[in-house]
């Protein structure tokens, strides 16, 4: 009777170990699936953000051209001001020598 509790202890035994070991492999396997998925997704996600980094450094490249441009027109618009104020008073100046020469020719 012992020798056949010892050997249902004995193989019962023997189970419980090839159960571990498979659990163990089984939970070894997930885990090398899972670190494997993980570092997929952290380059997907680095690849991600070096692009969103690079289209950042365009776009700011971009704002800055348009900065550029937008003071380049505001200068030319105020030069152009500029230009238009001075043929006004020159306009001006010779319209007010007219007045003055047509007053003469009346006084004369």
């Known amino acids: ?3 056949a509790i010892l050997a249902t202890l004995g193989s019962t ?4 170990v090839t ?6 492999r089984s939970h070894r396997t997930a885990l090398e699936s899972h670190r494997q998925e993980t570092r997929a ?3 997907a996600h680095r690849e ?16 800055e051209a348009l900065r550029t441009e937008t003071r ?3 200068q030319r618009v105020a030069e152009l001001a500029q230009a ?6 020159r306009v001006g100046r ?9 007053e003469a020719a009346e006084t004369l």
């Open 13 to 16: 035994f023997a189970v419980l």
């Open 94 to 102: 010779l319209e007010g020598r007219r007045d003055k020469t047509d």
């Open 72 to 74: 380049t027109g505001f």
């Open 1 to 3: 009777m012992e020798q």
């Open 48 to 63: 991600a953000l070096e692009a969103l980094k690079i289209q950042g450094a365009e776009t700011r490249a971009s704002l």
């Open 41 to 43: 997704g952290f380059e």
């Open 84 to 89: 238009v104020l001075e043929l006004a008073h």
């Open 19 to 24: 159960l571990i070991l498979y659990l163990d």
